[in-house]
T-cell receptor
Framework: GAVVSQHPSWVICKSGTSVKIECRSLDFQATTMFWYRQFPKQSLMLMATSNEGSKATYEQGVEKDKFLINHASLTLSTLTVTSAHPEDSSFYIC???????????FGPGTRLTVL | KNQVEQSPQSLIILEGKNCTLQCNYTVSPFSNLRWYKQDTGRGPVSLTIMTFSENTKSNGRYTATLDADTKQSSLHITASQLSDSASYICVVSITDKLIFGTGTRLQVFP
């Protein structure tokens, strides 16, 4: 299967700071990238869908001004958690695909801890 | 409401034994059904993908079944290994989204 990487794999930051997480498709061009959040012992929750070159579509209840998503190229999407708070501490996972109905390949995830 | 329910929530088995995980869904329109393995602190890895017309699909020691009439799927693991300890997630795909089940946490002990 295709390879998707995330960086960093884990990050610890102080409350009020911003954190950027990168998601890269290493061996294919991803027209669509998805960002998920997963709390302990819970399933993945879709936060937003981004298509290369256009604005991301956010799920209900996800603040677009807090979770900034950029998908500037076919191999890179970034999620920036702005003014992070302890309740933003979670496991953030991206996936990449080639459009609706196509396979999604998941990244290894990024563990964010906000102190 | 689109939902995917899995059972059991958790399961403990001895190494070498077989086990079966269940998935029931109420999702429409149905595109395909996937089983993923997620190790702790890692992203999900695809095991099988089945479309509406497929009844069974195997991937090594993993065999998934699908009954589209009853909207049920199962994942059978044969001759379990310690490395099978993980969460197994049933995911149903609709047109442009994935609906995730809550997963079954499997622990394999020696």
């Amino acid at each position: 299967g295709a390879v998707v990487s995330q960086h960093p794999s884990w990050v610890i930051c102080k409350s009020g700071t911003s954190v950027k997480i990168e998601c890269r498709s290493l061996d294919f061009q991803a027209t669509t990238m998805f960002w998920y959040r997963q709390f302990p012992k819970q399933s993945l929750m879709l936060m937003a869908t981004s298509n290369e070159g256009s604005k991301a579509t956010y799920e209900q209840g996800v603040e677009k001004d807090k979770f900034l998503i950029n998908h500037a190229s076919l191999t890179l999407s970034t999620l920036t958690v702005t003014s992070a708070h302890p309740e933003d501490s979670s496991f953030y996972i991206c996936s990449a695909g080639q459009g609706a109905g196509h396979e999604q390949f998941f990244g290894p995830g990024t563990r964010l801890t906000v102190l | 409401k689109n939902q995917v329910e899995q059972s059991p929530q958790s399961l403990i088995i001895l190494e070498g034994k077989n086990c079966t995980l269940q998935c029931n869904y109420t999702v429409s329109p149905f595109s395909n059904l996937r089983w993923y393995k997620q190790d702790t602190g890692r992203g999900p890895v695809s095991l099988t993908i089945m479309t509406f017309s497929e009844n069974t699909k195997s991937n090594g020691r993993y065999t998934a079944t699908l009954d589209a009439d009853t909207k049920q799927s199962s994942l059978h693991i044969t001759a379990s290994q310690l490395s099978d300890s993980a969460s197994y997630i049933c995911v149903v795909s609709i047109t442009d989204k994935l609906i995730f089940g809550t997963g079954t946490r499997l622990q394999v002990f020696p």
